[in-house]
Every structure is written in C-alpha cells, then in structure tokens.
C-alpha cells in the first residue's frame, strides 16, 4: 500500500468532498467479524418484521467479502441532512401531519448516488481499479462498517451518531479493489443516557442496540404493507411518514449543522401538511403533490392509512367529516381506518349512523373487524 496509497486516498477524500460529501472513512472487507452471528439473532427473533430481503440476503450481507469477493476496501461516505429547526415542533400540531425530516426533499438515493457515482469514478480512473457503488438498496451493513471506519458509532437506537454532525448523516458505500489506508473504529460514546430509548413512543427498543422493526414508526409508516396493530395506532400520533424522535434528542446533536446539499435542505410545504388536505389526495393527485420525494414509494393508499390514523389520534371531531368521506374508498387498508378514526373521534349514535348499511355490505374482513369494534358488537369481533 505505503505512500500510493496515502496519496490516493488523500485525493479521493478531496475529491469527494468537492462533490458534496460531508465525512468519509474507509474500513477493511474484514472490519465487522461480529456482524454475522448479532443479524442472525436479530433475524431469529423476527425483528426485521416483513422486511423478508434481510433473511434472504443475511450471508452477503453480513460480509463484504461475500458480496464482492474481490474488495479489497470499504468507502464510507455521509452527506450531512442536519434541520435548520427543531424536528419536533410538529408533532404539537395535532392538525397536521409530521414527516421525517429525510423526506422533506429530494429522494436521497437519487441526489447521492449521483455523487457516489461521480466520485468513484474519479477513483476507479486514478487507480485503474474496479468500483461497485450502494446507497441503501444492496446488502450491505453500512453502519456497522461506518462505525468501524470511524465515520460515527452506532447509538443506542442503532442508527450512527457522528460527533461531527449528530443523527443527521446519509451514508453511501463505494466498495473497491484498490487497497487504501483503513482509518481506525469509532469508540461509542452513549455512556448512560438513555434518550433515544425513552422517548420512543411505541417501545420499539427492547433493549439498548436492538430495534423491534414491528414496533418501529418509521417501518410502520414506511415499509409495512399491511394494516397497523391497533394497539399501536395511538403511539403514531400525528407522523404519517418516519419519525425522528429517538433522532432528535440524541445529545450529539448539539454539533450539528444545517445541510449543505441544497436537494436535502427542508422543504416548508413538507413541514407541516394539513390533514384534511392529505386526507383527499387521489393516486394521480398523490403522486404529483409527493413527486420526486421518498414519500412517493409508499403509494397513496398506504400514505391515507397513515393520514388517517393521524386524524383519529388528532382529538379534532372536525376532521371526523374527512375520514367519512372514505368510508367507502376502493381500497380496504383506507375503510379501515376511516372506521378507526371516526370511531375515535364521534359519539356511538354517530358511529351506528355511518356503520349502516356499511357494516352489512362490506365484505373485507378486516374492515368488518373495525366496524365490530367501532360499533360495540363483540362477537364479529371474537370471530
């Protein structure tokens, strides 16, 4: 390796970080001996939910080598999304709908691995090496890897903190047959606090370091397909897309910086998003009003789901009328909280008035299920 190496790497890092990226490390192919056998347990206790591709690449995944058998070093990169305020102050709006702050934007898989792209590139020319470049959607561990290139430690919600920036950090991969310098592990700096794992409000840690996909916010609102236990609804609050809580607290965050990355800089009309407005988005309407951001890949009935359990935890029986109107909407993931939300929001003989006729045509079970609790009746709910 010697001084090529140095030089190498010293002109990749510049590089980079002309193209935009905030922080990169580099760790070796076998930085991360531990990771095999913590995914395994974390999969045998069913802690990835439906996230089914993380049991069915786990062998690559918990091993660069096994990936790409020729890497010979990992890249590392963040591209800071730091708030210019607090990422909470939604959440008081009971109106409106909070979105986590990543998705106030621009996709961030489309605006980094552009730069990923670019940047290896540049690398692959330098050192006539061989390239492959990951943002999130391959198999890799990149935060145990950034933790093992020094980028940041893995926090007690098991996301990297970085002393330099905080929560806020995208990471992207650039693995490489080239053989550059590894910079040394992170050390975690969590001590004692426990923050991130009190405030979460649907206890999806089960302990420090473990995360419980199925009780998670962000999963529920984001990756599950299906319908939200009903014993988790109320914890969701008014987040209908992510959620940035165990994020927001993070003490780290007193380093942080607003983003630079004028695509990744929040936008005002994502801040705060009337409910009642999102509550009538078509699919044609849903994907304009959400084009080009991570919102869009939920799809619009997942979204109204979403939006819909926020108007039932909203206390506001002015927005009962809303959740009415898709009482007879075409998909049953939306029939079904509409019943929830005004279940939630009218009194019984309201409720009864709006279940007649519904109650005995609907033929989705999961929907009947909703009116059963909605309107009293036990036994179509036992059965």
């Known amino acids: 390796m010697g001084r090529n190496g140095e030089a190498l790497k010293r002109a990749f890092v510049e590089r980079a970080r002309q193209i935009g990226f905030d922080t990169i490390r580099i760790a070796a192919p076998d930085s991360i001996p531990l990771a095999p056998e913590r995914l395994k347990a974390w999969l045998e206790a069913g802690r990835h939910a439906s996230m089914d591709w ?48 990543y998705a106030r934007n621009r996709d961030y898989h489309d605006v980094i691995k552009g730069k990923l792209k670019e940047v290896a590139g540049f690398l692959a020319s330098r050192a006539s090496s061989d390239v492959k470049v990951f943002v999130d959607t391959a198999p890799v561990m990149e935060k145990p890897l950034a933790e093992a290139a020094g980028l940041g430690f893995q926090g007690k919600h098991t996301v990297i903190v970085s002393r330099e920036f905080g929560n806020w950090l995208f990471l992207g991969a650039i693995f490489t047959t080239a053989e550059l310098p590894a910079d040394e592990p992170e050390r975690n700096h969590c001590g004692s606090c426990r923050r991130c794992l009190d405030i979460c409000p649907t206890n999806a840690f089960p302990a420090p370091f473990q995360l419980d996909a199925r009780r998670c916010i962000s999963y529920l609102t984001i990756e599950h397909k299906g319908h939200i236990p009903e014993e988790l609804r109320p914890g969701i609050g008014n987040r209908i897309f992510g959620c940035d809580d165990c994020l927001a607290v993070c003490p780290w965050n007193k380093f942080a910086q607003a983003s630079r990355e004028a695509k990744l800089m929040q936008r005002d009309d994502l801040a705060a998003l009337p409910l009642a407005d999102l509550a009538r988005l078509d699919d044609p309407a849903f994907r304009t009003r959400f084009s080009g951001t991570p919102i869009k890949r939920t799809g619009r009935d997942r979204f109204i789901r979403n939006v819909l359990i926020a108007i039932g935890n909203s206390g506001d029986a002015a927005l009962a009328d809303e959740a009415a109107r898709l009482l007879d909407d075409p998909s049953p993931l939306v029939r079904a909280m509409a019943v929830w939300a005004v279940g939630r929001l009218l009194p019984r003989e309201a409720i009864a008035s709006l279940g007649a006729g519904r109650f005995e045509r609907e033929e989705d079970a999961d929907v009947r299920v909703e009116w059963s609790r909605a309107l009293g009746i036990q036994e179509e709910v036992a059965a």
Request: proline share 8%.
């Open 54 to 101: 993380m049991a069915d690449t786990a062998e690559r995944r918990a091993d660069p080598r096994v990936l790409w058998p020729d890497v010979r070093s990992v890249i590392l990169l963040g591209v800071n999304y730091g708030p210019t305020g607090d990422p909470l102050a939604t959440l008081a709006k009971k109106d409106r709908g909070s979105i986590s702050i």
